[in-house]
């Protein structure tokens, strides 16, 4: 009787045994050190000038710290450009895709209009487009439309990316119609439904997909690469990329970019933690 | 029906930008691929010929193998222990959060941030793994300049990025499973190992179908850390289709053969992509 | 005479093949509280979705004020509606819930006092005065749907349309709420459709009552048609508490019916001797003293209820059939009872059920 109710207790609160609670410490232990020891690493050789690099044993800590690397980044390097782009182009895009993502989600979620289907299959069907074939074709378009290295260039194209359509299509379904009834009863016109209604409850999606969308375009890489050949016009990532292309690679200084780099889109994960979480992502595919 | 013309406008901004920058280069890709001409001149019409070179570039079946065999590496690596601290983030309480955020925190990065540091781990001459290996056997070993070990080093540091985010998503999956089944199978004297192998697994197996189609995707197309750690070198054994791609619109200056290598990369995703629907659904 | 507010002109609904509304035919005058009644699932709702325009009929012509509106926006119609899930917008205080459908009017949009004093009346009428600065989720079931009404209740429109208004209420608000919606409808005299599945709510509150089953109009007629002269078995089982007793008999023709071992006048044709069809008797209108028509047995079961005693009966050739004995009544189970019915008490339907008998 007692050994009944002491295992009934146990299930109900579904605690992990002691063992397999050492075992999952040590390991996010380990996994932590490995995440971010490199951030560390390379913090230390921001601040090392090139000859302590390949001292032996490693000095993790240099006695003496060096500057250098970070007021050469600053004065010889188009990095504050850079860094500039990467952000203008990133919440530009953020802002435009928010709107019309919304826009086209909420007419697959809750309008009624022939070819529906058809549409919102084929957007879905896109998503498995490798996007690395299309640059050659998408750089003789953009070359055609006179936008080769101008912002556009990177703005628009990211613009025709389906997925977060139905990232924010599962946020909207989820909503009763008869609010948007109620709304278009009481004289709202679609506008107003889209915008007093849909928009404020549905901010969480938007936030989640805002957050995605800048991640994403923070770290892209081919196409800036390709569409973009003037030095102060481009983004972060491949700024800091080609100051490896110097026939001596200056080690310490793209330590101090990377690292530098690192900063902005740190901050925004800071301050909206829990919408970085991947779980609406997937929901919305599976939906 | 009445609502027709609002929906349409709704949908038109979309419909717009996905019609001109993705629908318009994948119809023009098709044309290309009969095409030659440099970056800056006009395109000629040449037949069949870029096709005719694919079939006999020895180059294209190997970059085409290279991704593969990448993604052979990297997706069930980064997938195995993205579960296994999936697991682990699932049965701990304190410290969850912090531990969530330590481990999600590299994925956020450019992919730059992961090649510097495996360069710095691994460089020939000043990683800190062959400056001990230097010290102690007098023999640094060239991890990128090695034929055998550059593409899982390009695998490794494509797994130390993306990690974080299949962390989080197989943790999402789990954390959605009915919590009642396991408190029956509990109740069946199942230990966590059983649990995991009859339950979890099973369970999450749309997770599964979801994130491997993803992920071949996504990786099919690898080129950042490869651009960025070894140009495709050493011999182009980390060359992968992408690097192509890119080398033969940039390097080559021949838009139209890197087109019909874009196809070929396209028909490798679609085929990939497909054999896996089957297979997953051939076993429900 | 009177002006028609509202007509239904043979309108048929369905979803896919499953047919919700079937050859509706409707008219509303204007000033009138026309109850919609029926169990659940038979498409109530569905008919204020036509009229407001949230659903498209799949044939038929729905007028308003003589103009057909088949095709007008629902923003152009110009009803407002109490949703059976309130549908409340969540993100907004109870004051903005009540003051959105006044957004729209722009004259109205720049005078602000009077809309506060508008939402105020609204609040007032349903009493949630104290709750304005709250927003939706933070209120009980009760609650809601009062804001609910209320957001109806501060348009002026042409039409209302109640989807169960107040069936989250407890019995003591519904009461209260009845008789203000009664007032009110009075007093501003605008066309209203009411959906309930409360037969008592329904013959209280409506000038005329639609009894539905099944997509079907069953019988559209003023409370004391519907309960005095059901015209078939549905309309009479549904309508009348409790229950009507269904039993089955034969005609002796000249108006007069076997059942079981009674025979039974009624002031109802019954139609060719020897057909068969079935007699209704409401427990409530049994005499419980010998007269004319008189049905008799064995008391199987008693319930008292305060005021009355139901007792159920069974003779040879009839079962469970329940009669009200006015008062607690001494009898007890095993006794004989014997009840008797006026001749216009005595309903008479088709076998089958679809009709009354004639
Ligand atoms: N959008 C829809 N798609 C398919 N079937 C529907 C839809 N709306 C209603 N129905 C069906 O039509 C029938 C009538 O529905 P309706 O909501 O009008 O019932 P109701 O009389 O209001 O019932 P209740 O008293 O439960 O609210 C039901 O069988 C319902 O399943
Ligand atoms: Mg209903």
Known sequence: MWKLIGKQRNVVSLRPTPPVITVSYSVLFLAAIVSILPFLYILSTSVKDTQSLFSYPPEWIPEQLFWGNYVKLFQETSFLNWTFNTIFIGLSITILKLIIDAMAAYSLAKLQFIGKHIISSTLLMAVAIPVAALIIPLFFIVRDMGLLNTYWALILPALANPLGIFLLRSFIVSLPDELIHSARLDGASEWRVFTQLILPLISSGLVVHAVFTFMLQYTNFLWPLVAIQTETRQVLTVGISSLKSNFVVDWGLISAASLLATIPITILFIALQRFFLAQSLSSALKG | MRRNLTAYLFLTPVLLFFGVFLIWPGITLFFQTFQTGGIMSPAIVVGTKNWERTFIDPLVLKTVWNTIRYCLMAIPVVFIIAMVLALALNSVRIGHTAFKTIIYYPTLQPILIAALMFTFVLHQDFGVLNIIMRAITGNPVNFLGNESLAMPTIALVEVWKGVGFWTLLFLAGIQNLPRDLYHAAELDGAGPFRRFFQLTLPLLKPTFFFSIIFATIVNLQVFDSIFILTDGGPFHSTASTTWYIYRSLFTFNEPGYGATLSFVLVIVVLILTALQSFAFRDRN | ?358
């Open chain 3, 1 to 358: 005479m009177t002006e028609i507010a509202i007509e239904f002109r043979s309108v048929f609904k369905k979803f896919d093949d499953f047919v919700a509304i079937r050859n509706l035919n409707l008219l509303i005058r204007k000033q009138e509280f026309l109850v919609l009644l029926g169990p659940s699932g038979c498409g109530k709702s569905t008919i204020l979705n036509l009229l407001a325009g949230i659903e498209d009929p799949t044939s038929g012509e729905i007028f308003v004020n003589g103009k057909l509106v088949n095709y007008l926006l629902p923003r152009y119609r110009n009803v407002a509606m109490v949703f059976q899930s309130y549908a409340l917008y969540p993100h907004m205080t109870v004051a903005k819930n009540i003051e959105y459908p006044l957004k729209s009017d722009k004259g109205l949009s720049r005078n602000r006092d009077k809309i506060t004093k508008m939402i105020a009346q609204a609040a007032e009428l349903v009493d949630i005065t104290d709750q304005l600065s709250k927003k939706p989720p933070a209120l009980s079931g009760g609650q809601r749907q009062r804001v609910a009404l209320a957001r109806a209740l501060v348009r002026d429109p042409e039409v209302f349309l109640m989807d169960e208004p107040l069936s989250n209420l407890d019995a003591q608000l519904r009461d209260t709420m009845r008789y203000h919606l009664i007032n009110l409808h009075r007093k501003i005299g605008k066309a209203t459709i009411y959906v309930t599945h409360d037969q008592q709510e329904a013959m209280t509150m409506a000038d005329r009552i639609v009894v539905m089953n099944e997509g079907s109009a069953q019988q559209i007629g003023t409370p004391l048609e519907i309960y005095n002269s059901p015209v078939n078995k549905f309309v009479a089982g549904f309508v009348g508490h409790p229950r009507m007793n269904f039993l089955p008999g034969k005609s002796l023709g000249n108006r007069s019916v076997q059942v079981g071992e009674f025979k039974l006048t009624s002031s109802r044709d019954t139609g060719q001797k020897g057909t068969p069809l079935v007699v209704g008797l409401r427990p409530t209108d049994a005499k419980s003293k010998k007269g004319y028509n008189n049905v008799e047995g064995k008391i199987t079961a008693r319930e008292f209820t305060g005021t009355d005693t139901i007792l159920t009966l069974s003779s040879g050739s009839i079962e469970g059939v329940r009669f009200r004995h006015i008062g607690g009544g001494s009898d007890i189970e095993g006794d004989t009872a014997c009840f008797s019915y006026a001749p216009e008490n005595v309903h008479i339907f088709n076998e089958d059920g679809k009709g009354r008998f004639s």
